[in-house]
C-alpha cells in the first residue's frame, strides 16, 4: 500500500481499487484481533470492579501523568464507565457522535480527512471508505456503520424507500474503525456503550483515555457528516432498501462501482464537521443578517443617497464599533451599515 502523503489527492488515487477492498479491512480486523491477542497489560473488567493484584503494576495517566494505577484510580474508572454506560443505551445517533465528539477530532475531520463513500452493504450493514489523514501510513481507512433500524425501514410501510431511506440515517447505528484512534482511544467506549460493530474491547483504556472523553475519530466524524446530510448516502440507502423490498426476508446487498464511488467522491462537496451547537450558531448568526438586510430594504431610501452617505463615516452614525464589527461580520457593507443608521436615526 502506498504512502499517502497528501489526503487530498485526486479521488481515484486514495480511494485504490473498491473490488478487494472488503479484503483488506477483513485483514485489518485479523491483524488487530492478533495483537490483541498477545497485548500484555490490559486491566480487564474484572479488575476494575476489584479483583486487581496491585503487583501487576499497570500504569495510567489519570491526573495527567503516568504512574502505577491505585485502588482510587479503579473507583474513577468504575466512575467514568457509569457515566458512558447512562448515556448510551443501545446504538449512537450520527448527530449524536458529532456532538459528543472532542474538537481535536472535528479539526482533525474538517482538515484531512476530505472524502467518504459507501464501499458496499449487507442489510443494515455498509462499509464506507474513506482517506488516510497525511501522516498515516495507509492510503485509506474502512468504517462499518451498522443501521440498527434497517429491518423497519426495509418493512415497505407508509414510507416510499428515499423517506425510509432519509429516516433511517437519523435513527441510533453501530461503528467501527480500523485505525489506532478507533482502537486505542475509543473501541472501549463504544464496547460499553452498545455501539460497537467491530472487535469488543474489554480493556480499560487507562493510558490513552481513563477519563473516557470523545466518542468517534476523525473518519468516523467525516463519514457520520455523510450519513447525516450527503445525497450520495441517502441514493445508496434507497437502492438498498429497494433491493430489499423486493425480498421476501429483506435481505439486500449492494455493491457501488468504482465508477459511481469515484464520481460521488469527485462532486461532492466537502462538508463542515459541525456539532449542533455550531449550527445554532450559525443560524442565529444567518438569522440575524436576513432580519438586518431587511431592515435595510423595506427603510426609506434617504433622499440623497449621495457621495455624501457614502463617503460618511459609519462609526459617526451612530453605531459604536462594536455594532459595526459585528455587521461586518455578518457580511455588510460600509454603505448598507451606513443606511442602516441613516433609517435608524428617522
Ligand atoms: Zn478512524
Same mark, same amino acid.
Given at each position: 500500500?502506498?504512502?499517502n502523503?497528501n489526503g487530498g489527492r485526486s479521488a481515484g488515487s486514495w480511494m485504490g ?68 454506560? @447512562? ?10 457522535? *458529532? ?15 476530505r472524502m ?8 443494515? @450493514? ?5 482517506n ?7 492510503s ?80 468516523? *466524524? ?40 469515484e464520481e460521488?467522491a469527485k462532486k ?21 443578517? @436576513? ?40 457580511? *455588510? ?14
Open positions: 500500500m502506498a504512502t502523503q481499487k473498491l473490488y478487494g477492498s472488503a479484503t483488506e479491512a477483513k485483514e485489518a480486523a485479523a491483524f488487530d484481533k492478533a495483537r490483541r491477542a498477545v497485548a500484555q497489560n490490559i486491566l480487564n473488567p474484572k479488575e476494575v470492579v476489584g479483583e486487581y493484584d496491585a503487583g501487576r503494576v499497570l500504569m495510567t495517566t489519570l491526573g495527567g501523568e503516568v504512574r502505577p494505577i491505585s485502588a482510587d484510580d479503579l473507583a474513577v474508572f468504575r466512575q467514568n464507565i457509569r457515566t458512558v454506560q @447512562r448515556h448510551f443505551k443501545g446504538g449512537i445517533r450520527a448527530r449524536q457522535v *458529532l456532538d459528543m465528539s472532542l474538537p481535536v477530532d472535528r479539526e482533525r475531520a474538517q482538515r484531512e480527512i467518504a463513500v459507501p464501499a458496499s452493504a449487507s442489510n443494515g @450493514r455498509v462499509r464506507f471508505v474513506t488516510a489523514g497525511p501522516d498515516s501510513n495507509v485509506r481507512h474502512h468504517v462499518a456503520v451498522e443501521f440498527m433500524s434497517y429491518g423497519a425501514a426495509a418493512s415497505a410501510g407508509a414510507k416510499n424507500p428515499k423517506q425510509a431511506a432519509n429516516w433511517l440515517r437519523k435513527q441510533p447505528l453501530k461503528f467501527d474503525c480500523d485505525c489506532g484512534r478507533h482502537t486505542y482511544w475509543f473501541r472501549y467506549i463504544s464496547t460499553i456503550g452498545s455501539f460497537n460493530a467491530g472487535r469488543a474491547e474489554t480493556g480499560f483504556p487507562k493510558i490513552r483515555n481513563p477519563n473516557l472523553h470523545g466518542v468517534g475519530c476523525k473518519h468516523v *466524524l467525516r463519514v457520520m457528516a455523510e450519513i447525516e446530510s450527503s445525497g450520495t448516502v441517502l441514493l445508496f440507502l434507497t437502492r438498498l432498501l429497494e433491493r430489499a423490498r423486493n425480498s421476501d426476508e429483506n435481505k439486500a446487498v449492494l455493491r457501488q462501482t468504482q465508477k459511481e464511488a460521488a461532492g462537496r466537502v462538508r463542515d464537521i459541525k456539532t449542533t451547537e455550531d449550527r445554532r450558531k450559525a443560524a442565529a448568526i444567518a438569522r440575524e443578517r @436576513r432580519a438586518l438586510q431587511d431592515a435595510i430594504s423595506k427603510a426609506p431610501k434617504p433622499k440623497k443617497l449621495t457621495a455624501a452617505t457614502r463617503r460618511a463615516k459609519p462609526s459617526a452614525a451612530g453605531f459604536n464599533a462594536a455594532q459595526i464589527a459585528l455587521f461586518k461580520s455578518m457580511g *455588510l457593507s460600509d454603505e448598507q451599515i451606513a443606511l442602516a443608521a441613516a433609517a435608524g436615526s428617522k
